[in-house]
């Protein structure tokens, strides 16, 4: 009785292609719950629902809700680096170059709420924590995406850095720190609401504009990168 080796790893390679062709169709319907509802009305069953399986089944492709929502933000990050990169084309000038980032960065922000909800839940979770939820693999690629995202800003600011334009000791940890507090001043911007005060302990609610929110980032993004020489 002769046997085909082939047999068992084709039947295998079968097996995970399915296996990711269902998992792309299922953090396609949470991108687009979140899309439609927000983050924080996006259920584990509506997700199902849309895809035609059972809960369970998203459980078996997924340890749990946070790698579910992580493996989501990858999509949304995967498409910002694009965004960024074609930004960062538009010119070779660092300081143009980081002012046409800063405004990818807020467009796509601005017209994807759920992204900044989305990226805002993960930044708040313990990385301790959030290993424990989340799968090694899973937790590779939302990496390789932030970074995809961070490397483009980063490259920027050391070409800035390189040509005196910017005087910047870490480059890395600015682009960090730009993205995350980038994303606090995009829940301002969809707040839309300013608060001040009108006299001592009389509260005035008055709007934010998306124009304004962006002067803001880009004039935050170049005094930062300005700072001062080292030997000043």
């Known amino acids: ?20 062709v269902r998992e792309a169709e299922i953090i396609t319907a949470t991108r687009r719950l979140f899309d439609e509802r ?6 584990i069953e509506d997700i199902a629902r849309s895809v035609g399986i059972n809960r369970a089944i998203i459980y078996r ?11 989501t933000l990858v999509q949304y990050l995967d498409e910002l680096r694009v965004a960024l990169e074609d ?8 300081r143009a170059q980081l002012v046409r980032l800063v405004e990818a960065f807020v ?5 994807h709420p759920a ?7 993960i930044m708040r979770r313990q990385g301790g924590d959030l290993l424990e939820e989340v799968s090694e693999s899973a937790m590779y690629r939302l990496g390789q995406a932030i970074s995809g995202c961070l490397s483009v800003l980063t ?26 507090s980038g994303l606090g001043t995009l829940q301002l911007g969809r707040v839309a609401m300013l608060v001040s005060e009108e006299a001592p302990g009389v509260p005035r609610i008055s709007r934010v504009t998306a124009e304004q929110v962006r002067d803001h980032m880009v004039a935050t993004a170049l005094a930062v990168t300005a700072g ?5």
């Open 1 to 20: 009785m002769s046997t085909d080796p082939t047999r068992g790893t084709t039947a295998a390679s079968g097996t995970a292609a399915r296996r990711r």
């Open 38 to 43: 927000g983050v924080r009305d996006a259920q």
């Open 228 to 232: 001062a020489p080292a030997d000043a």
């Open 61 to 71: 492709h997924f340890t749990g809700k946070e790698e579910l929502f992580s493996l």
């Open 87 to 94: 930004a960062a084309e538009t010119t070779d000038q660092p």
């Open 115 to 121: 992204f900044v909800d989305c990226a805002q839940s």
């Open 155 to 180: 490259r920027t600011i050391e070409a800035g850095a390189t040509s005196g334009v910017f005087h910047v000791d870490d480059p890395a940890l600015l682009a960090n720190m730009l993205y995350a």
């Open 107 to 111: 467009h796509y922000g601005l017209a």
